[in-house]
Protein backbone atom coordinates (compact mmCIF):
# COMPACT_ATOMS: atom_id res chain seq x y z
CA UNK A 1 0.00 0.00 0.00
CA UNK A 2 1.07 3.61 -1.03
CA UNK A 3 1.97 6.11 2.30
CA UNK A 4 1.22 9.42 2.85
CA UNK A 5 2.95 11.46 5.12
CA UNK A 6 2.28 15.53 6.19
CA UNK A 7 4.83 17.45 7.96
CA UNK A 8 4.21 21.22 8.91
CA UNK A 9 4.96 23.71 11.31
CA UNK A 10 2.82 26.20 12.75
CA UNK A 11 3.53 29.20 15.34
CA UNK A 12 0.33 30.54 16.09
CA UNK A 13 -2.45 26.84 15.64
CA UNK A 14 -3.50 28.15 11.69
CA UNK A 15 -0.94 25.89 9.90
CA UNK A 16 -1.44 23.02 12.49
CA UNK A 17 -6.00 23.84 12.12
CA UNK A 18 -4.99 23.14 7.99
CA UNK A 19 -2.86 20.03 8.54
CA UNK A 20 -5.72 18.48 10.22
CA UNK A 21 -8.35 19.18 8.70
CA UNK A 22 -6.20 18.01 5.44
CA UNK A 23 -5.75 14.70 7.57
CA UNK A 24 -9.36 14.22 8.36
CA UNK A 25 -9.75 14.26 4.30
CA UNK A 26 -7.15 12.19 3.65
CA UNK A 27 -9.11 9.74 6.48
CA UNK A 28 -12.76 10.43 4.68
CA UNK A 29 -10.74 9.03 1.25
CA UNK A 30 -10.32 5.57 2.98
CA UNK A 31 -6.31 6.41 3.81
CA UNK A 32 -3.84 6.67 6.64
CA UNK A 33 -0.85 9.17 6.65
CA UNK A 34 1.89 10.07 8.78
CA UNK A 35 1.73 13.45 10.49
CA UNK A 36 4.55 15.46 11.77
CA UNK A 37 4.61 18.52 13.55
CA UNK A 38 8.32 19.67 12.06
CA UNK A 39 9.12 20.77 15.81
CA UNK A 40 8.57 16.85 16.91
CA UNK A 41 11.43 16.24 14.70
CA UNK A 42 11.09 14.52 11.39
CA UNK A 43 13.80 14.36 8.60
CA UNK A 44 13.67 15.03 5.20
CA UNK A 45 15.40 11.67 4.03
CA UNK A 46 12.07 10.17 5.17
CA UNK A 47 10.24 11.69 2.62
CA UNK A 48 11.98 8.81 0.53
CA UNK A 49 9.83 6.49 2.41
CA UNK A 50 6.70 7.94 1.18
CA UNK A 51 4.83 7.83 -2.64
CA UNK A 52 2.82 10.87 -1.02
CA UNK A 53 3.63 13.75 0.69
CA UNK A 54 2.14 16.86 2.57
CA UNK A 55 4.09 19.63 3.28
CA UNK A 56 2.48 22.87 5.12
CA UNK A 57 3.67 25.99 6.63
CA UNK A 58 3.20 29.60 7.73
CA UNK A 59 4.87 32.14 5.60
CA UNK A 60 7.44 34.95 7.73
CA UNK A 61 7.80 37.90 6.90
CA UNK A 62 8.86 39.01 3.78
CA UNK A 63 7.79 35.76 2.32
CA UNK A 64 10.01 33.44 3.97
CA UNK A 65 10.11 30.15 5.62
CA UNK A 66 10.04 29.69 9.41
CA UNK A 67 13.25 29.17 11.40
CA UNK A 68 11.79 25.89 12.44
CA UNK A 69 11.28 24.24 8.97
CA UNK A 70 14.57 25.59 7.53
CA UNK A 71 16.71 22.76 8.66
CA UNK A 72 14.39 20.10 7.11
CA UNK A 73 13.95 22.78 3.84
CA UNK A 74 17.72 22.72 3.57
CA UNK A 75 18.13 18.75 4.15
CA UNK A 76 15.72 18.42 1.27
CA UNK A 77 19.07 19.46 -1.22
CA UNK A 78 19.84 15.41 -0.13
CA UNK A 79 16.47 14.08 -1.37
CA UNK A 80 15.36 11.75 -4.69
CA UNK A 81 11.35 13.04 -4.27
CA UNK A 82 11.43 11.19 -8.33
CA UNK A 83 8.12 9.64 -8.80
CA UNK A 84 7.04 11.28 -5.71
CA UNK A 85 3.39 12.77 -5.91
CA UNK A 86 3.67 16.04 -3.62
CA UNK A 87 1.51 19.29 -2.18
CA UNK A 88 2.27 21.93 0.05
CA UNK A 89 -0.04 24.39 1.78
CA UNK A 90 0.40 27.28 4.72
CA UNK A 91 -1.65 30.17 6.33
CA UNK A 92 -1.00 33.73 4.67
CA UNK A 93 -0.96 36.94 6.01
CA UNK A 94 -2.53 39.89 3.27
CA UNK A 95 -0.10 42.29 4.89
CA UNK A 96 2.71 40.78 4.01
CA UNK A 97 4.44 41.95 0.67
CA UNK A 98 4.57 38.53 -0.80
CA UNK A 99 1.09 36.36 -0.04
CA UNK A 100 1.92 32.62 1.09
CA UNK A 101 5.66 32.85 -0.21
CA UNK A 102 6.33 29.74 1.75
CA UNK A 103 3.87 27.88 0.06
CA UNK A 104 5.68 28.86 -3.44
CA UNK A 105 9.23 28.24 -1.79
CA UNK A 106 8.15 24.50 -0.71
CA UNK A 107 6.10 23.73 -4.09
CA UNK A 108 9.41 25.10 -6.05
CA UNK A 109 11.71 22.52 -3.60
CA UNK A 110 9.33 19.41 -4.73
CA UNK A 111 9.64 19.85 -7.90
CA UNK A 112 13.52 20.27 -7.49
CA UNK A 113 13.67 17.37 -6.07
CA UNK A 114 11.69 15.28 -8.78
CA UNK A 115 8.05 15.21 -6.83
CA UNK A 116 5.09 15.96 -9.29
CA UNK A 117 2.49 18.40 -7.25
CA UNK A 118 -0.55 18.24 -6.81
CA UNK A 119 -2.17 21.73 -7.43
CA UNK A 120 -0.92 25.31 -6.82
CA UNK A 121 -0.72 24.99 -3.36
CA UNK A 122 -3.29 25.92 -0.93
CA UNK A 123 -3.16 29.26 0.53
CA UNK A 124 -5.38 30.09 3.53
CA UNK A 125 -5.90 33.99 4.83
CA UNK A 126 -4.65 33.59 8.63
CA UNK A 127 -6.98 31.32 10.75
CA UNK A 128 -9.30 29.13 8.64
CA UNK A 129 -13.10 29.03 8.88
CA UNK A 130 -15.39 26.42 8.56
CA UNK A 131 -15.12 27.08 4.82
CA UNK A 132 -11.65 27.03 4.95
CA UNK A 133 -11.24 24.18 6.81
CA UNK A 134 -13.38 22.42 4.06
CA UNK A 135 -11.05 23.29 1.26
CA UNK A 136 -8.07 21.83 3.72
CA UNK A 137 -10.58 18.46 3.71
CA UNK A 138 -10.87 18.26 -0.08
CA UNK A 139 -7.58 19.01 -0.69
CA UNK A 140 -6.77 15.84 1.52
CA UNK A 141 -9.72 13.89 -0.48
CA UNK A 142 -7.85 15.36 -4.03
CA UNK A 143 -4.61 14.96 -2.99
CA UNK A 144 -5.44 10.80 -2.56
CA UNK A 145 -7.63 10.18 -5.43
CA UNK A 146 -4.32 12.08 -7.71
CA UNK A 147 -2.60 9.44 -5.80
CA UNK A 148 -4.34 6.79 -6.23
CA UNK A 149 -4.11 7.12 -10.51
CA UNK A 150 -0.22 6.70 -10.01
CA UNK A 151 -0.16 4.29 -7.03
CA UNK A 152 -1.68 1.04 -6.20
CA UNK A 153 -4.01 0.84 -3.28
CA UNK A 154 -3.80 -2.61 -2.81
Known amino acids: MSKIILVFTSMSGNTEMMAEAIADGVGEAGRKL ?10 AADLENYD ?17 FLDFYE ?25 GAAVDTLIEKLED ?20 KEL ?16 SVA
Do not use: H
Open 52 to 68: GILLGTYTWADGELPDE
Open 75 to 99: EMDNVNLTGKKAAAFGSCNSAFPQY
Open 136 to 151: CRELGKSFVAFLNKYI
Open 34 to 43: DVIDIMDGGE
Open 113 to 132: RGAQVFSEGLKIELTPDQED
